[in-house]
């Protein structure tokens, strides 16, 4: 599990986060997904390609939400209806203010 | 008349008489006055010969003799008697007309009379003494076609009746510790011989009334038959000779149903002893098996039937028919069996299994084409692996389904000369619940019909078995199927099913193996037929609560552990639900993390329908989850 750095449209910093993301790997996978919004103008998640998704993937999304926001950075999340991560985010709440069908959504909902 | 004229008519070997026309005796040699002791002096002249003969004699004279001689002018070799000193003489009169006489020769049918009835002795004993060895033949017959101890008693008390002309019997037989026991055929049970016709030895001898033949075996006094004569006027008297020699027939008889009933009763213990071992305990699956020895209860046969573990959560059943019967049959089983279990094992497979057997057989003759079928069923996932060496297939019971034959895996039998190098095999994917049936041939196979359509018969018995508890259901299931006893083979069904279990697991509170414990869980939910979205649900509340366990009850502490265990309550009801209880040795804190712990708690209550907490000994966590929509 790795998050992958994509210089995306629009000057959109992409992070894809694939594989288990549980308490054993948020972790790092927070850690790395933190720095790498960093100088980034806003930044879309994507975890369209999770096969799991729990609550520490919960506090991944929350963490990078609050660091974005402190970086005057726009945050959005790919999570697609039917998707592992969209049933967590909206099962807390999270869903309907910051998940995304698909990149073009997110970069119309951050502009 | 001189003397030396009167010589031939004095010496003749015949009485001659001379007789006038009316009968009158007029003259008789020395021969005939010797036979009827009078003198010629009181009969000359004076008394006709019809007077010297019997009184029916006389009448046949004068009925019948004189008027022939009238007409035919002689009569020949005429039996009639002639009143002698001494009562009456058996002879023959020929007499013929001479002129105004009658000559008559008499001689003596004494003799003649001794020797037919003789004759006719001799023919009624010699049809007796055939009817006698046909008496001894058919009895020898029927005591060597008898089966055990009790089945000679029953051809001997039937031959005493039937055979040897007795009105009723009753035997004694000497039992295991030489006292007597008894049945009998045509009277209610007679009593016990007197002890000095016992003491006699080896005869028939006669015993108030009744003869009493003695059974003697090589080693001793088998037991005593007791006849009683029947009292018709056509009967025969019972006869010695021919009762002794059923006696000893009897005796070795017996002598060797009891060596057959020693040797079959080895085997049985054998085979039962073989057969008797524990299957292994798992709650994941139930087996049960049932042995019907053949109709003739004597026979021991080589079916068999195991259940063990081949390795680790893998469950090995097998069922296999040894070819031939008794002692060596049941030996060979034996070994056929054990080899199985030191064959099978981790890695191993029934292909694999059935190929190393064969060479197994190689060395043990006697189980040479021998059948089997083989099936492995690694108890976690519900995947069965099976195999068939010319075994009848396994029958797959499913809920709601038809039975199905598993026809696939198939090869020909152990040590045949024409056979694969290597033994093909086929895998089937159980869901809980299913049950697996196998046997031998003996439960299905009937001279009268083809295999496919006992394989069809045995398969329509299974119908609505489904929920019946498997051991009454493997019990009715055979009975029905042996209810016309025309199978003299012996029988072996073994009925498995597989439940799954419940999923019970141990997890390092550092949390190594969640993810690889998130997936055998998902895979057990989906083996229970747990609906796909309702698994995944649930795979993310029970890692929720594993994850919050270790965090907060044990802090992560690779020390310490977590208990893991989700089962399927109430799996064939409406109420059908699935439980996981998630238990650690700590107490979950309050404090910093709270906000986030519950967030977890957020999440595991949306996904499913319960959720208790006990903290009084450690704490366990008990999610619910309802599987109907």
Redesign the interface.
């Given at each position: 599990m790795t998050v992958e750095r994509v210089e995306g449209p629009a000057g959109i910093t992409l992070l894809r986060i694939g594989g288990e993301v549980d308490i054993v790997s948020a972790g790092p996978l927070t850690d790395a997904a933190t720095a790498a919004t960093v100088g980034a103008r806003a930044v879309v998640l994507d975890l369209s390609t999770v096969t799991f998704f729990d609550s520490a993937g919960v506090r991944l999304v929350d963490r990078l939400a609050r660091a974005c926001d402190r970086n005057g950075a726009g945050f959005r999340v790919l999570a697609p209806t039917g998707g592992r991560a969209r049933r967590v985010l909206d099962l807390v709440g999270m869903g309907e203010v910051l998940a995304c069908e698909d990149l073009d959504a997110a970069v119309v909902a951050l502009q | 008349m001189s003397a030396a004229a009167d010589a031939p008519w004095d010496d003749a070997p015949c009485g001659l008489v001379t007789l006038a026309r009316d009968g009158t005796v007029l003259a008789a040699n020395r021969v005939l006055w010797e036979w009827t002791g009078r003198a010629a002096d009181d009969v000359v002249g004076k008394v006709p010969l019809s007077a010297l003969l019997s009184v029916g004699g006389r009448i046949y004279w004068e009925t019948h003799l004189a008027p022939l001689l009238e007409v035919e002018g002689r009569v020949d070799e005429v039996a009639v008697e002639l009143r002698v000193r001494d009562g009456r003489l058996p002879v023959l009169l020929t007499a013929v007309v001479g002129g105004d006489r009658v000559h008559a020769a008499i001689s003596s049918a004494r003799d003649r009379m001794s020797y037919e009835r003789e004759l006719l002795a001799a023919r009624v004993a010699a049809e007796r003494a055939s009817g006698q060895l046909q008496a001894l033949q058919a009895t020898t017959a029927a005591l060597s076609r008898a089966l055990g101890v009790a089945g000679v008693a029953q051809a001997l008390l039937a031959a005493a009746v039937d055979q040897l002309g007795a009105a009723a019997a009753t035997l004694w037989l000497a039992d295991e510790e030489a006292r007597l026991v008894h049945g009998a055929t045509g009277e209610p049970p007679a009593g016990l011989p007197s002890s000095g016709v016992l003491l006699r030895g080896e005869s028939a001898a006669p015993d108030g009334g009744r003869t009493v033949v003695p059974l003697q075996g090589q080693s001793g006094l088998r037991g005593v038959l007791s006849l009683a004569p029947r009292t018709d006027a056509a009967a025969d008297p019972l006869d010695a000779e021919v009762l002794t020699a059923v006696g000893q027939q009897a005796g070795l008889a017996l002598d060797r149903a009891q060596l057959y009933e020693q040797s079959a009763n080895v085997a049985r213990e054998l085979q039962h002893s073989l057969l008797a071992g524990e299957p292994p305990v798992d709650e994941r699956f139930s087996v049960a098996t049932v042995y019907r020895p053949g109709v003739e209860l004597l026979e021991v046969g080589g079916d068999f039937y195991d259940v063990f573990l081949a390795a680790e959560g893998l469950l090995a059943v097998v069922v296999g028919d040894v070819v031939g019967r008794g002692l060596g049959a049941a030996s060979a089983m034996g070994q056929l069996r054990s080899a199985v279990r030191a064959v099978a094992g981790p890695g191993v497979g029934p292909g694999r299994l059935l190929t190393r057997l064969d060479r197994f057989v190689e060395q043990v003759e006697t189980a040479g084409m021998s059948t089997l079928a083989y099936a492995e069923l690694d108890l976690a996932t519900g995947v069965l692996r099976y195999a068939c060496a010319g075994h009848p297939p396994p029958l797959l019971l499913r809920t709601g389904q038809d039975a199905e034959l598993l026809w696939e895996g198939r090869s020909t039998p152990l040590g045949a000369f024409v056979r694969p190098l290597e033994r093909s095999e086929a895998e089937v994917q159980l869901t809980p619940g299913d049950r697996l049936l196998l046997c031998t041939d003996g439960l299905f196979e009937r001279r009268d019909r083809e295999i496919d359509e006992g394989l069809a018969l045995v398969a329509q018995a299974t119908e609505g078995s489904h929920g019946v508890p498997l051991d009454e259901a493997v019990r009715s299931l055979t009975s029905r199927l042996l209810a016309d006893e025309s199978t003299r083979d012996d029988v072996c069904v073994l009925l498995l099913q597989w439940t799954a279990g419940d999923f019970d697991r141990h997890l390092s509170a550092d949390?190594t193996g969640?993810?690889a414990l998130?997936h055998d869980l998902a895979a057990w939910l989906v083996a229970q037929d747990v609906a796909p979205g309702i698994a995944?649900d649930l795979?993310?509340a029970t890692?929720?609560a594993l994850?919050n366990a270790?965090?907060h009850g044990s802090g992560l502490h690779p020390g310490e552990q977590v208990h893991l265990r989700v089962r399927l309550a109430d799996a064939a009801h409406e109420t059908a639900e699935v439980v996981v209880q998630v238990a650690d040795r700590g107490r979950w804190r309050t404090g910093a993390s709270s906000h986030?712990r519950g967030?977890?708690l957020?999440?595991i209550g949306?996904?499913v329908d319960d959720v208790t907490v006990d903290d009084r000994d450690g704490t366990r966590v008990v999610l619910r989850k309802r599987l109907a929509p």
């Open positions: - | 949390l969640l993810s998130r995944e795979v993310l890692s929720e994850a270790a965090e986030e967030r977890g957020t999440i949306a996904l």
